[in-house]
Nanobody, 115 residues
């Protein structure tokens, strides 16, 4: 069972920043695309961002220009830097790893943007 472990969520005021981390086993990290989705209760899960094994990045329009995804291959860790946070960014953020056929997910970390 492959386990991804997220950290870095919390409560932040509108306009603030948070950095999420996702640690993955080394045997999958180097070759998998890593990404983030977010889930709000009662709503459809939303894709947020992804980074391929070669470093190509893609973002949802809702976060483009505010969020940055990166990966540190030496630490087997993916990061999501979130700036200029808005109340509508409040969600559980879930990390995933994907190689074109297999998916692995983390348990999620709560991000709450509120004054």
């Amino acid at each position: 069972q492959v386990q991804l472990v997220e950290s870095g969520g919390g409560l932040v005021q509108p306009g603030g920043s948070l950095r999420l981390s996702c640690a993955a086993p080394g045997n999958i990290f180097s070759t998998y695309t890593m990404g983030w989705n977010r889930q709000v209760p009662g709503k459809q899960r939303e894709w947020v961002a992804a980074i391929t094994s070669t470093g190509r990045r893609n973002y949802a329009d809702s976060v483009k220009g505010r969020f940055t995804i990166s990966r540190d291959n030496a630490k087997n860790t993916t990061y999501l830097q979130m700036n200029s946070l808005k109340p509508e960014d409040t969600a559980v953020y879930l990390c995933y790893a994907f190689d074109g056929s297999s998916w692995y997910w983390g348990q999620g970390t709560q991000v709450t943007v509120s004054s």
